[in-house]
């Protein structure tokens, strides 16, 4: 059973930084892609990042510039560095990995206020 594990959430004032990891059971190299994503209330969930495991990297247009994705295979472990945070990246968020099917940790929730 594949388990996705996210920590590093929390309350931090706008202009803050946070780092997320999302842990994995089992080795990252099953999933060709894996991303992060959030959920604020009344709203969709929405892609943030995802890396694929060639390196490659996306970012929704609201983060770029601010956050970044990275892995660490030998760890098992995918991270989201968030910098320059807003009140509007308050949201729950999730990590998901794509590969041989959808998995969705937990989530971890991100508070952005003064």
């Known amino acids: 059973q594949v388990q996705l594990v996210e920590s590093g959430g929390g309350l931090v004032q706008p202009g803050g930084s946070l780092r997320l990891s999302c842990v994995a059971s089992g080795s990252i190299f099953r999933f060709n892609v894996m991303g992060w994503y959030r959920q604020a209330p009344g709203k969709e969930r929405e892609l943030v990042a995802h890396i694929a495991t060639s390196g490659i990297t996306n970012y929704a247009d609201s983060v770029k510039g601010r956050f970044t994705i990275s892995r660490d295979n030998a760890k098992n472990t995918v991270y989201l560095q968030m910098n320059s945070l807003k009140p509007e990246d308050t949201a729950v968020y999730y990590c998901?990995?794509?590969?041989?099917?959808?998995?969705w940790g937990q989530g971890t929730q991100v508070t952005v206020s003064s």
């Open positions: 998901r990995g794509l590969g041989g099917g959808s998995y």
